[in-house]
């Protein structure tokens, strides 16, 4: 996300924002083939036979025949260029194919799937923004040791790894505490570690983006020229600076879902928890190449979807970027 | 890629769990389940598997492990056994094998039906065999099972006989495997999307639900009366099983002192401690049926195409302190290529002495005479190099890190392990490129006929995918004529001899480092009564299992 500004030329100000759409747009249909190549080739440069996963997994000793008639079925007898185009194509028209392993079709299981991980995702973001903006409040307004204990709680934060989070929170919560169950189901209370797993690392660095630009908003004139007019000491924060402030960590909640979806996998694991992060684990290990190259475009989709959708609200939310055009 | 990452953590995590439970030690060790009181009927339980959740709930398609642990619950086999390996009755009554060995003819029980009304009889048998052996359903691990099986007669409704292509001393055996249950033919003819879906059987209960990537859901079969010999008490007498999927084995262990699941399989050593503290968790040790777990030295090409060298990798490697201190004393060390489940295993302990004087001695007599700068041996400018993958998936963190310490110890004299974590898949196209020196590979099987398969030299010819399962790379010719006999002849004396003659061969060659059995370590808890291993191959079965809360 660079957005560079240029000489402002308010007469082709409509068209430009109808321009800078389009040009997103196209983008995001690029995005959208670089991950279904990368897949398709990712998929194949990996050991193991596509054929094999189909009749049942790694080791199996399925006949010469069975080999054969799997091939043909799904089309892996063709050149590798052939399938990679006949694919492209089937994407192109929504078609996503059958899954090998689970015998079902892509998008079918996607649609089962999705929902688990975005309402996970969705929850973990909110929970750090709030986390994040708490701490960058707190350690703006209450001094330097407040200011240390805040940035030091952040840095550890971040370089908390989900896998070592996860086990720890299962260790405290629920064998000694025991809280919180420690597989997760579909009820509400089972959703508590898995979101705490992945909004805590989120939030230190987010956090930290805020307490950067909140500080940078302290200082600015108009912070100064607020507090002339007799605001308090929390009215300069609230109704001024932090709204300056949290704009590059709404910038940012695009990335911050990239790293959530990937936080997932380890996490639905470790909770047990359905969703697609598990389901493109297994995927992978099974050598499921229609369901994994499913998996990474819907989630390139979602990326890209809200990555544009941010830029669009920081050029409103922002009067300066309105006249930006990308460069 | 992600996953070798993921692997990794996860790994990590084990490690880390093991780390911060490790330290609870006590005395009180679980038996298992001994019913106290009457049964009371009723109540769900919940298991939590660690293994993967099976692609399709057939066992007949592919054949692994975890499709036998769900499958024992709602389908049952023609014969089983009991405690000391001996066939008993089940779905057959009576057996007999004819003069000239070629045909067994089985007497079939004349009052089961299947959960969906189908009559079990001798159609439904020869349905069965055919649907493992027709390439469509894509059968490995039952194909193999009923391979020497040529054709299917039924003599009337209530006798089947099966025809052979040549003596099967291990068919009894190979029938009590769920890999060969016998199905509703009615189930079977629908497609195999369908069946994997919701597999029809005779068992105490039947599948109802599938939630995937979340649980299966089991009911009560409301007209079961067909237990195998064996069974104690007029069960099935709980409502349900809820059979779920926990990955990660800290969780597992979680939810079970938790009180959210009632049995936990693939329980690892820091868990089986913990719980040995615990009053209200009990264990159940079942060994897998077949091979023991040992690494397999590839004699097919060099450096271990030279016995010596052989000889002194095993002399080198410290196995027993290696497995105290990471398996905490929960896996007893083994010194033979087959289970202890196994009435034929034969044992050799001083062939497995550790002695790093002599495996010095060896490797200079073969002509690894020079060491390098980093203290590997060398010969002709070439390393002592052994490359070792090892599959993630099939060997648990202490099982891996054991590797390290076999890795640690066999420097000492010189060689230099490569350990390579992979993947499943990743792991069958490497062992099927030849690009191993040694390999932990499990394998079960019932009966000692598991030896043909992994030590016949026509266990070197690999399948179209490229997998074989000889993966010592064995080719003798006197063993091969040992274990054709062996599969041939019933005399069970005969039998136990021609076994004991062949696994001398394997073990005094130097093909094989056994280590321990397959572990198979159920926790549960303590509410839990009736439950037990099936003498098959050791999953558990809740026939008879109740609630006692």
Not at chain 1, 25 to 51: E, Q, S
Not at chain 1, 116 to 121: D, K, M, N, S, Y
Not at chain 2, 39 to 53: C, I, M, N, R
Not at chain 2, 71 to 100: F, H, K, R
Request: proline share 6%; aromatic share 8%.
């Amino acid at each position: 996300m660079t957005l560079v500004a240029v000489q402002r030329s308010p007469a082709r100000r409509g068209g430009s924002a109808a321009r800078w759409l389009l040009a997103r747009l196209a983008g995001l249909v690029g995005v959208l083939w670089a991950a279904a190549t990368v897949t398709f080739i990712a998929v194949r440069l990996i050991p193991g036979d596509p054929a094999e996963a189909i009749l049942g997994g790694p080791g199996s000793q399925a006949s010469d025949e069975a080999l054969a008639a799997a091939r043909e079925q799904y089309g892996l007898d063709q050149p590798i260029v052939v399938q990679y185009f006949a694919q492209l194509a089937r994407y192109a028209m929504l078609d996503f194919g059958q899954s090998y392993s689970l015998k079902d079709s892509v998008a079918a299981v996607i649609g089962e799937q999705l929902g688990g991980t975005l309402l996970l995702a969705v929850l973990s973001l909110a929970l750090a923004g709030l986390l994040a903006l708490g701490v960058a409040v707190f350690s703006t307004r209450s001094g330097r040791v407040a200011a240390a204990v805040g940035s030091g709680l952040e840095v550890v934060a971040v370089a908390l790894p989900h896998f070592w989070l996860a086990t720890s929170l299962v260790l405290l919560f629920s064998t000694t505490l025991g809280w919180f169950p420690p597989i997760s189901t579909r009820g509400p209370e089972g959703l508590v570690l898995p979101v705490l797993t992945l909004a805590i690392p989120l939030a230190g660095f987010l956090g930290q983006v805020m307490r950067e630009s909140l500080l940078d908003a302290l200082s600015s004139p108009f912070v100064l020229s607020a507090r002339l007019r007799g605001e308090t000491a929390s009215g300069v924060i609230w109704r001024h600076a932090l709204r300056h402030a949290a704009l590059p960590a709404i910038g940012l909640s695009g990335w911050a879902f990239g790293t959530l979806v990937s936080g997932a996998v380890v996490v639905e694991t470790v909770f047990a928890r359905p969703g697609l992060g598990r389901t493109l684990l297994s995927a992978v290990q099974l050598r499921d190449v229609p369901l994994v190259t499913g998996i990474v475009l819907v989630v390139a989709l979602a990326y890209s979807v809200l990555t544009t959708a941010t830029d669009v609200f920081d050029r409103i939310a922002d009067p300066r970027l309105r006249q930006a055009a990308i460069a | 890629m992600r996953t070798p990452r993921l692997t990794l953590a996860l790994a990590a995590v084990g490690i880390s769990a093991l780390a911060l439970t490790g330290c609870t030690t006590g005395a009180d060790t679980g038996d298992a389940a001994a019913p106290t009181g009457n049964p009371v009927p009723g109540g769900t339980l919940t298991y939590a598997s660690g293994d993967a959740e099976p692609t399709c709930l057939d066992p007949h398609v592919g054949g692994n492990y975890p499709q036998a642990l769900v499958a024992t619950q709602y389908l049952e086999s023609l014969v089983s056994l009991d405690g000391t390996g001996a066939p008993i009755p089940w779905l057959a009554t009576s057996w007999t094998e004819a003069d000239d060995s070629l045909s067994w003819q089985f007497t079939l029980r004349d009052d089961v039906v299947f959960s969906d009304g189908t009559p079990f009889n001798a159609a439904a048998v020869k349905a069965n065999i055919e649907h493992v052996q027709d390439p469509a359903t894509a059968s490995s691990t039952g194909y193999l099972a009923v391979g020497k099986v040529t054709s299917v007669e039924e003599i009337s409704d209530t006798v089947v006989q099966l025809n052979l292509s040549s003596p099967d001393s291990a068919l009894l055996e190979s029938l009590t495997q769920p890999w060969v249950a016998i199905q509703s033919p009615t189930a079977l003819a629908r497609t195999s999307d369908e069946n994997c879906e919701s597999p029809v059987g005779t068992g105490p209960f039947v599948v109802s639900a599938w939630d995937r990537q979340n649980s299966i859901t089991l009911t009560r079969n409301e007209h079961y009366n067909s237990p195998p010999a064996d069974a104690e008490g007029d069960g099935p007498y709980l409502d349900e099983i809820v059979w779920r999927f926990v990955p990660d084995a800290a969780t597992r262990y979680a939810a079970l002192a938790s009180g959210e699941v009632d049995i936990i399989d693939n329980a690892q050593p820091d868990a089986i401690v913990a719980a040995e503290s615990n009053d209200a968790i009990n264990e159940l040790e079942a060994p897998r049926p077949g091979a023991s777990n040992r690494i397999e030295l590839n004699s097919g090409k060099a450096p271990f195409d030279d016995e010596r060298v052989r000889e002194a990798f095993i002399r080198s490697a410290g196995v027993d302190d290696g497995i105290t201190s990471l398996f905490f004393g929960t896996a007893e060390r083994s010194y033979s290529a087959l289970s202890s489940r196994e009435a034929t295993a034969v044992s050799d302990p001083d062939l497995f002495t550790f002695d790093p004087e002599e495996a010095n001695t060896l490797l200079d007599a073969a002509g690894w005479t020079t060491r390098d700068a980093d203290g590997y041996r060398t010969k002709d400018g070439e390393r002592l190099t052994l490359e070792f993958p090892v599959s993630t998936n099939q060997s648990v963190p202490a099982e891996q890190s054991l590797f390290e310490q076999i890795q640690a110890t066999t420097k000492e004299v010189g060689f230099d392990v490569v350990l390579e974590p992979l993947d499943l898949s990743s792991w069958y196209t490497v062992l099927g490129a030849n690009e191993y020196n040694l390999v932990s590979a499990p394998y079960t099987k019932v009966g000692p006929d598991v030896l043909r398969i992994l030590y016949d030299s026509a266990g070197l010819v690999p399948a179209p995918s490229g997998y074989f399962a000889n993966h010592s790379q064995v080719s003798i010719p006197e063993l091969d004529e040992l274990l054709t006999r062996a599969s041939e002849i019933t005399d069970t004396a005969e039998r136990t001899q021609l076994y004991a003659d062949a696994q001398k061969i394997i073990l005094d060659g130097y093909y094989i480092l056994p280590l321990f059995d397959q572990q198979n370590h159920y926790l549960y808890s303590s509410e839990v009564e009736g439950m037990r291993a099936m003498p098959t191959v050791s999953t558990p079965t809740f026939a008879e299992a109740w609630l006692d809360r």
